[in-house]
């Protein structure tokens, strides 16, 4: 593991936990699921691209799956809430959202 970026959800007695993983390696997305975690292996290159750009709004890709389906990937960045009146909002390290710098808040 190169770096990773992790997270949880608890639901009461159990969690559902989250990583993103940068790898030099990897050419593109990729995931997998098991004992409740899901883990995100993305290319360090393209990671550090979309932190740092500000039209990319997400990393998305695409695999197989064992069943002969198609797993759609998609990683979004949590941009600042517009909506002040939400107390419930985790606002602890968001994004600046881009609709800010047209309109006053």
Request: aromatic letters at 6%; a negative charge; glycine letters at 6%.
């Amino acid at each position: 593991m190169e770096g990773a970026l992790e997270s949880q959800t608890d639901f009461g007695s159990q969690a559902l936990r989250f990583a993103l993983v940068t790898r030099e390696r990897s050419l593109c997305l990729s995931a997998s699921f098991d004992d409740n975690v899901i883990i995100v292996n993305a290319p360090k290159a393209a990671v550090v691209h979309w932190a740092r750009s500000e039209e990319e709004v997400g990393l998305y890709g695409e695999q197989p799956t064992s069943k002969g389906g198609l797993l759609t990937i998609a990683g979004i960045k949590d941009f600042r809430c517009l909506d002040r009146s939400r107390a419930d909002s985790d606002e602890a390290d968001p994004y600046p959202h881009p609709l800010i710098k047209s309109r006053s808040l």
